[in-house]
């Protein structure tokens, strides 16, 4: 079946413009994550969507970082007035919640982010 | 907070030798853990997981266990193979929780 898929796989863009990236999720997934991985921070949580709660925004880095959730399905993860230390691979993850519980997370092959 | 701490990288084995890669973490309550592998240029790939103290996970001959009393869960494999060069993950999961917490990944090249 199909898996998480991520739009585009690759942006370059230039310090201080703003970028969307987009993420499908599996579908029937409820749950929705956010990572990004990057040279000398690893793979860092960013943020989570589960059905109709509040997200948890507690990892994006700055108030330059937004996302939503239209639907329930496709969530689109903004970066605005874009800065070099955002450059990294930002990965998209989605998973069942059964009995409140999250399982396995299921990844997206990515987009990496060039800020130049 | 939560932690999960890697072996260093790169590692780098010939074929059919014996793999090893520490995974120790820092955790409240009963963490979910889990291994994930990235091969060259393809997404995180779940590779074996364990819920609770002294499960062991396998999969594709890689093998972890759980062991709560040194907060560990070390990646094996009796023989590597070169496909099995990629990027390899610890994390974590709280019981309560949702997000996973990443090791900082250990490179390991196989040569034949």
């Known amino acids: 079946g199909a898996g998480v898929s991520q739009s585009p796989s690759n942006k370059v863009t230039e310090k201080g413009k703003d970028v969307e990236l987009r993420c499908d999720p599996i579908?029937?997934?409820?749950?929705l994550y956010w990572y990004r991985q990057s040279l000398g921070q690893g793979l860092e949580f960013l943020i989570y969507?589960?059905?109709?709660?509040?997200?948890?925004k507690s990892g994006l880095p700055s108030d330059r970082f937004s996302a939503e959730r239209t639907g329930g399905s496709v969530s689109t993860l903004t970066i605005q007035r874009t800065q070099q230390e955002d450059s990294a691979v930002y990965l998209c993850?989605?998973?069942?919640?059964?009995?409140?519980?999250?399982?396995?997370?299921?990844f997206g092959p990515g987009t990496r982010l060039t800020v130049t | 907070g939560d932690s999960v701490t890697q072996m260093e990288g790169p590692v780098t084995l010939s074929e059919e030798a014996f793999l090893t890669i520490n995974c120790t973490y820092t955790?409240?309550?009963?963490?979910?853990l889990f291994w994930y592998v990235q091969y060259p240029g393809e997404g995180l790939q779940l590779l074996l997981k364990?819920?609770?103290?002294?499960d062991k996970g396998s999969n594709k001959g890689f093998e972890a266990t759980y062991r709560k009393e040194t907060t560990s869960f070390h990646l094996e494999k009796g023989s590597v193979q070169v496909s099995d060069s990629a990027v390899y993950f610890c994390?974590?999961?709280?019981?309560?929780?949702?997000?996973?917490?990443f090791g900082e990944g250990t490179q390991l090249t196989v040569n034949p």
């Open positions: 994390a974590l999961k709280r019981a309560s929780g949702s997000r996973l917490t």
């Open positions: 955790a409240t309550g009963y963490p979910s």
């Open positions: 579908s029937g997934h409820t749950a």
């Open positions: 969507f589960q059905g109709n709660s509040a997200p948890d």
């Open positions: 364990a819920t609770k103290a002294d």
């Open positions: 993850a989605s998973s069942l919640v059964v009995r409140g519980r999250a399982r396995e997370q299921y």
